[in-house]
């Protein structure tokens, strides 16, 4: 597997770079370290009006955009660490993948039958995966030192009596990870990416060229927040 | 929806089996290979009957426990008809038999629709563990 560090935080590019090595990655498989701007990412079959408190995403200037994995929404900021496993589909599964983190986050956290992970009862790391092209693309996003306050804001949709057909989030208690290791976000990530080569005999190499491009033909594009 | 003793023919990118119904349409849903993978189906979006349908371009979802994958057909159709009572509760997909529970049916463009598809025996060989 090799391991590519994502210097990029524009959620835009960053999906498009996901699809890009979930098309094109080699067989051994890939690892990526990651981080957005502000913003929400909904997942593939959800109604954005029905997570999204859109009057205050436009307000604060937080786009929204539409991932390819299923699952609910989530924030991210620069206090988010977002990882992704591109790996084949009827090989490791997410809960061998996220053995391969989970030791190295620096606190005795617990995966969830959901794979997410839980320190103190709170969800420390939320995941979602897609298939395609014979892969599985699984990621997930560590809360290191998000903005919880607008996290719980921007996720939290004005009350509506109709329910639009998605598939609706599962709301979690949260915590930062900083609260139990006191650490920069950017000390962690580097910290984390350490570990994970050395304990996994991972393979750091420069994100490749042509799927840099690909990312920046296909960006994505920030959905509406509002209902049509 | 009747099932029929038409034989059933796999794509094992799109992970869909198909047959072919009396009246020329084809009914089509997901493998069990595929299920295995994804887990118990907890959402499907699919678009309204008559939408023209391409060749391996996506057209709806099914969503398992956060796992996504798209759905797309291996030939040009039009989508003739819908399983609701799937779309409804899709949990009734989990654990289905190859050929039991169609997504939906579908009218296909061109009268060799199987061609290029892998019978059963061969898909069941691609497939063993």
Redesign the interface.
Known sequence: MTFHFNPSTDPGFNLALEEAFLWKAPRGGVFLLWRNAAAVIVGNNQVVADEVDGAYATEQDIPVYRRRTGGGAVYHDAGVVNFTFVVPADGDSPAVLLGRLLPHLGVAGIATDRNDVLVGGRKIVGTAQALANGMRLFHGCILHNADLQTLSRVLTPPPEKLRRHGVPSVRARVANLVEFLPETTEDFMARLARACVQANGWDERPLPPELLADAQTRRLFPESVFCE | MAPTDAPLFFSY?TGLWHRALPDGTVSVGLTRH?LT??GAP??V?LPPPGTPLSRCVPFG?V????????LSLPFDAVLETRNEDVLEDPAGLDGAADGSLPLLTIRPAAGNWSAGLLDETAFRSLTAP
């Open positions: 990118a595929l993978l994804l907890e959402f979006r979802c969503e398992t426990q956060k796992t996504a994958f798209d």
